[in-house]
């Protein structure tokens, strides 16, 4: 389990998807504190929120992530992964960490 997973899990729930990951995967606080925005579908795109974080931390690897992401999870968007993959936020969050943490900076 990540950090993230952890973070997100945690009670009381103090980070949304994205902040998550952001955290999780050594964002910085102001980085964390942007991510409040996107949780919930509300990223850029109405992608997932974790993935989005993801992609911020590692802009040169985006392609390898949403592919990646995509494969593992079953859609890009929050609305899709709900509504078609059926994956449940937390497995996101660990996804999206786990790519993250393969990437290097």
């Given amino acids: 389990m990540t950090k993230a997973h952890q973070l ?4 009381p729930k103090k980070h949304n998807c994205a902040q998550a990951v952001m ?4 964002g910085t ?3 964390v504190a942007e991510m409040a925005a996107c ?3 509300r990223a850029p795109g109405g992608l997932c929120g974790a993935l989005h974080a993801a992609l911020t931390l590692r802009p040169d690897h985006a392609d ?7 494969r593992r999870a079953g859609a890009l968007t929050c609305r899709d992964l709900k509504t078609i993959a059926h994956t449940p936020c937390p497995i996101c969050v660990e996804t999206a960490a786990q790519i993250v943490e393969t990437c290097t900076p």
Avoid: L, M, N, S
């Fill in 8 to 11: 997100f899990t945690a009670v």
């Fill in 23 to 26: 955290d999780g995967c050594g």
């Fill in 29 to 31: 606080p102001e980085q």
């Fill in 39 to 41: 949780g919930g579908g």
């Fill in 64 to 70: 390898e992530i949403k592919a990646e992401f995509a």
